[in-house]
């Protein structure tokens, strides 16, 4: 199983500002994805990190609000732009390998805007 | 689109009291199925999957969940609860677009 490594593990932020968030894995994986689980909710695909090309939103998200890269098949950054507090939220990265059919998650950001 | 319905936000047992965690999915089609674990401030681990092989899928930790087609049903259990197992608990659905379509999650509280 794929080990994840998320940081920040949490952070406070004034609104207006931007938070990037960073997802490392131990191995190379072929899907990543980011999610977010408002509080007392289920969680939310946000998009798929796709490796050298940009990334795929789904409804309800867009790039410009959370620009996403992913530059290997290790690594991604989810960034919460322009943040208000409806973004407090928990941001959470998850992975799947080619061939398997669980995905594997990091222990989330837990993101609070004041 | 795929739906993932957990009846019951919060169940509490007492220790030692059986755990029934409830999932119904909507689809014709057997999908993979998942039960989730979420303990305070941490991410999600796995606990069991279903990949239409037995039915019946035992898990980490004590847990199985049977996957019952004609009820489109993929029910956990455990019979003893613990305290260690008082976390946050998400039933998913793997549709063959493999995409995850999440429940909305089941706060398990265990008495002492």
């Known amino acids: 199983s794929a080990v994840i490594s998320q940081k920040p593990s949490r952070d406070i932020c004034q609104r207006g500002t931007s938070l990037t968030i960073q997802c490392q894995v131990d191995s190379q994986v072929t899907m990543m994805f980011w999610y977010r689980q408002q509080p007392g909710q289920s969680l939310t695909l946000i998009a798929t990190?796709?490796?050298?090309?940009?990334?795929?939103?789904e409804s309800g998200f867009v790039i410009d609000k959370f620009p996403i890269s992913r530059p290997n098949l290790t690594f991604s950054t989810l960034t919460v732009s322009n943040m208000s507090p409806e973004d407090s939220s928990i941001y959470l990265c998850s992975v799947e390998d080619a061939g398997s059919t669980e995905a594997f998650f990091g222990q989330g950001t837990r993101l609070t805007v004041v | 689109a795929q739906s993932v319905t957990q009846l019951g936000s919060h169940v509490s047992v007492s220790e030692g009291a059986l755990v029934l965690l409830r999932c119904n999915y909507s689809?014709?089609?057997?999908?993979?199925l998942f039960w989730y674990v979420q303990y305070p401030n941490q991410g999600l681990q796995l606990l069991l999957k279903?990949?239409?092989?037995?039915?019946l899928v035992k898990g980490i930790n004590g847990f199985e969940a049977e996957f019952k087609k004609s009820e489109t049903s993929f029910h956990l259990t455990k019979p003893s609860a613990h305290m260690s197992d008082a976390a946050e608990y998400f039933c998913?659905?793997?549709?063959?677009?493999?995409?995850?379509?999440f429940g909305t999650g089941t706060s398990l509280t265990v008495i002492p």
């Open positions: 990190a796709n490796q050298g090309s940009e990334a795929t939103y």
């Open positions: 689809s014709s089609v057997p999908p993979y």
């Open positions: 998913a659905v793997k549709n063959t677009g493999n995409q995850f379509y």
């Open positions: 279903y990949t239409s092989a037995a039915t």
